[in-house]
C-alpha cells in the first residue's frame, strides 16, 4: 500500500500539472470504485482544481465546483489506493486506457487516470461537498512530520499496542504502513512485538527521532528521483532495493549482517534483524512456527 512518502510523490506530481486547470470530465469505468453518490461526480466537471492534499494515505483534489452560483463551492475528490491502486499521467489524450483502469479524469492540460492490478478490488474514490465532509476521511493519526515528541509521546501512549500495530494504526499515527514502519523500527532498533506500554522515554524519543528520520529521508529521495517524471505503476512500490530490513528476508542486515527475518500473517509480513532489534531472539511466525513447533529456531545461533 502507498504509505507517506508514495502518497506525497503523488500530491507533487499533480499539483504541477492539474491545479488552476479545468476538470473537462470525469467519468467511472468501474461501478465498485466511486463509493459516494451525492454529490454525483459530474459535478466535477467544469470545475477548477485548486489544491492538492494528503490525508493519511488518501490523495484529495480540491475542485471549485460552478452550478451557476456567484461563489464557487468546494467538492473533494478523495482516492484511497490500498494496496494495488495506482495513478496514471497522460499529457495527450490517451487512445486507449489501460485495461485495469478505474476512473478518468480529463484536465485541460492532461489526464488523470485510476488503475489498479489484482482482483481484489479495494481502491475507493469518493466525491464530497465541504470541508465538513471531508474531516469525515481523516482518521485523526498524528503526522510525525509536524509532531514534537511530546506529542508523540502522547500518542504511542494512548493505547497499548504492539509497536508495529501502533505505527501502523491510522488512528494514532498518519502515513505509515507496513513497508515503512519496519524501516523504522530497525533504525529505532526496537523489536516490533514490543509493547507500547513498555518503553521507557528514551526509547520513546528514540522511536520519535527514527520515525521523523526515515519518513523525511524517502520522502525526499522519492521528490528528488521523480522531480521531472510523473511516477509509472511501477515506480509506487514498498519494495525498494535500498530498505534496510523490509522485503528483504534472508538478506544481510545492513549494519550487522545478520540475515533479516519474517513474520508472515495474512497478505503482509514484518522484517526485522534479530541482532539489532530482538537481542538475538527469532521471532514466532504465526504459521511456521506452529508447523516446526520443536524445530522452530529460537535465536540466530540457531538459524541455518
Known sequence: MPELPD???????????????????????????????????????????????????????????????????????????????????????????????????QFDSGTLVLTEAGSKKRASLHVVRGREALAAHDRGGLEILDADEAAFHDALRRENHTLKRALTDPRLFSGIGN?????????????????????????????????RDILARWTGVLLRQFADRFPGPGDITAFRPDFAVHGRFDQPCPVCGTKIQR???????????????????????????RLLKDDWPRSINQLA
Not at 183 to 200: K, M, W
Not at 205 to 210: F, K
Not at 271 to 288: E, F, H, I, M, W
Open 263 to 289: 513474520i508472515r500473517y495474512a497478505d503482509n509480513e514484518t522484517n526485522y534483524c534479530p541482532k539489532c532489534q530482538t537481542d538475538g531472539r527469532v521471532l514466532a511466525d504465526r504459521s511456521l512456527s
Open 179 to 211: 513497508a515503512y514502519s519496519d524501516e523504522i523500527l530497525h533504525a529505532a532498533r526496537l523489536s516490533p512485538v514490543r509493547l507500547s506500554s513498555q518503553l521507557s522515554d528514551d526509547e520513546i524519543a528514540r522511536l520519535h527521532t527514527a520515525a
Open 7 to 105: 502518497v506525497a510523490v503523488y500530491v507533487e506530481a499533480l499539483r504541477s500539472r492539474i491545479v488552476g486547470r479545468t476538470l473537462r470530465r470525469a467519468r467511472v469505468l468501474s461501478p465498485f470504485v466511486l463509493r459516494t453518490v451525492d454529490p454525483p461526480i459530474e459535478s466535477a466537471e467544469g470545475g477548477t482544481a485548486t489544491g492538492v492534499n494528503r490525508l493519511g494515505k488518501r490523495i484529495v483534489i480540491d475542485i471549485d465546483e460552478r452550478d451557476g452560483s456567484a461563489e464557487p463551492r468546494p467538492l473533494f475528490i478523495i482516492v484511497h489506493l490500498m494496496i494495488a491502486g495506482r495513478l496514471r499521467w497522460f499529457d495527450a489524450p490517451p487512445k486507449r486506457l489501460p485495461k485495469i483502469a478505474l476512473a478518468e479524469f
